[in-house]
């Protein structure tokens, strides 16, 4: 059952938040919510200034490729203790603490590249990202493992409501923080100025040490997951490791040495359905080639027993066992198909939207006032009442309520685009977009919580996670191409329509469910 969630009143309800637990997890939210912008909006309008094709941009969102993929090597973040700093952190804080490390030097090296300096640098600054990603991602598959194991599941809905808020004002600091400071220090559309990016993205970096901070003086949770199997040595750890190093190396080569011959695919293609087509079906068939070409890799390792069999079946096997023995097959299908689809409408909007805000001709402070700062406090409120009325309603009747909100919201996109640049309308869209996200956000992580099983606390959460934003960010990487074909009124239609089969999907989980 997922619909447990009840106190006996609203005072009760309210006093929840002033618990340790809860007030830890606004400041992690901070430190998980800082770097998913500097790799998202802030970037592509620092990019777009730079003078970078708008499909280009988008498809830098492919860095962050690396939260839909995490369950991969997150059971190394569940079992594998870290030299040191195990026993002085414990397990669940060294690895949030190593994390945020290499977020800040993720951060660093996209700060020292300029994007318009020479032929590579684009190519260094798309390397500094997915270190960027790869790191906040493994930060996530902490945090999310921490939050779960710090307190009872019936605290979970309030927990992830508080970790939204952290998570959104971190995102306020790298959406509407980057695009004030950029502006401060003297870039904008019409005069580029890469020392002043470089000095926001240095600001960024030392915005991390609030997450650092808490994770030293955050208590280490009493209750965890499985205990690492101490048959397992030191070198099946190294050989799990590097299982995982060969793999993430097979997908980015082939990925990257391809992309010539992928290129010249699509000018071929183009010729025939059109540029725009073309583009995502020729994009689409190089990325699961590359993932193809990864699959196959590991296979044959564990073919050779490069690693130890009962570790990959203890966790990678075990965990997907678990899930479909609890819910059985057609009800765990039915699950994760939700879980892959239910933010399918924002997250594709969201890669556009900074640069549609440019074209509609926004301005850079009225994008990081209106749609960062107010959509912030919109956000913030979305996410307390969704964390309250889930406790006091239900998960699945706020699941419903999300899902209505977050398709509906995307059709005043499709009116924004018709009218052009009109700031009350602006107020308007970003109004209910961002109080339909925090309301949703908060019943979705709630749901998530509760599918978990405490054995496999960080693996199972990751797959939920990644499997959240694999489709949708594989598509969202393909917006600006989609934008180019179809306009944008059109593109929002079509994210809302993405929305509807959502709606019958919680119907369906709540009747099984209950």
């Keep these: 059952m997922v619909d447990n969630h009840a106190v006996k009143n609203w005072k009760e309800s309210l006093q929840q938040f002033l618990k340790p637990s809860v007030i830890i ?13 500097l790799i998202f909006s802030s970037l592509s309008l620092w990019l777009r200034e730079a003078g970078v094709e708008r499909s280009a941009v988008t498809f830098f969102s492919w860095a962050a490729l690396g939260y839909s993929f995490k369950f991969v090597w997150a ?12 026993k002085k952190l414990g397990r669940r804080r060294s690895w949030i603490l190593v994390a945020q490390v290499f977020v800040v030097l993720g951060i660093l090296g996209m700060a020292l590249t300029n994007p318009t300096s020479s032929s590579m640098s684009l190519t260094v600054m798309a390397f500094a990202t997915i270190v960027l990603g790869f790191s906040s991602a493994t930060q996530d598959i902490s945090i999310d493992a921490y939050r779960i194991e710090s307190d009872t599941q019936e605290m979970q809905a309030l927990l992830s409501s508080t970790y939204i808020a952290g998570y959104r004002i971190g995102m306020i600091v790298a959406g509407a923080g980057a695009l004030f400071l950029a502006s401060h220090f003297g870039s904008t559309g019409e005069h580029y100025s890469y020392s002043a990016w470089r000095t926001t993205y240095f600001i960024m970096a030392m915005a991390m040490l609030v997450g650092i901070l808490t994770t030293f003086l955050a208590p280490e949770p009493q209750v965890q997951s499985r205990a ?30 391809s992309s010539s011959l992928t290129e010249n695919l699509k000018s071929q ?29 590991a296979i044959l390792l564990l073919k050779v027993h490069f690693v130890n069999k009962q570790m990959v079946q203890e966790t990678y096997v075990d965990p997907i066992k678990d899930f479909f023995d609890r819910y059985g097959q057609s009800v765990a299908i039915l699950l994760l198909s939700l ?3 239910y933010r399918i409408s924002d997250i594709v909007l969201g890669v556009i939207s900074n640069v549609f805000y440019q074209d509609m001709g926004f301005t850079k402070e009225q994008i990081a006032g209106i749609v960062k700062t107010f959509g912030l406090i919109m956000t913030l409120l979305g996410g307390f ?25 995307n059709v005043l996109f499709m009116l924004l685009a018709n009218m052009g640049n009109n700031v009350p309308m602006l107020y308007l869209v970003i109004s209910a977009d961002n109080l339909s996200a925090g309301l949703a956000s908060a019943a979705f992580v709630a749901f ?17 996670t990644s499997l959240m934003t694999l489709l949708p960010k594989v598509l969202g990487g393909y917006s600006g191409s989609m934008v ?25 989980a709540g009747k099984k469910l209950t």
């Design 385 to 409: 009442l969704g964390g309250i009325l889930t406790v006091r309603f239900g998960v699945i009747r706020m699941l419903w309520w999300g899902a209505i909100l977050s398709a509906a919201t």
């Design 25 to 37: 997890m606004l400041f992690f939210g901070f430190s998980a919510g800082l770097p998913i912008l």
């Design 269 to 297: 293609v183009a010729a025939v359905i059109g540029e725009g087509l073309s583009g995502f079906l020729i994009e689409s068939t190089h990325f699961i080639f590359a993932v193809g070409m990864a699959v196959t890799a």
């Design 484 to 508: 180019d074909a179809l306009g944008y009124s059109h593109f929002f239609l079509m994210t809302a329509l993405m929305g509807l089969p959502v709606l019958y999907l919680v119907w369906l």
């Design 228 to 257: 690492a199997n101490t048959n397992f040595t030191t070198l099946d750890y190294l050989r799990f490791t590097g299982l995982f190093a060969v793999i993430a190396s097979i997908f980015a080569g082939t990925f990257f040495v």
């Design 448 to 464: 998530l919580s509760s599918l978990t099983n405490i054995s496999f606390t960080a693996v199972q959460y990751a797959i939920f």
């Design 75 to 86: 059971p190394l973040v569940d079992r594998l203790p870290l030299p040191f700093l195990h």
């Design 339 to 341: 879980v892959g689809l």
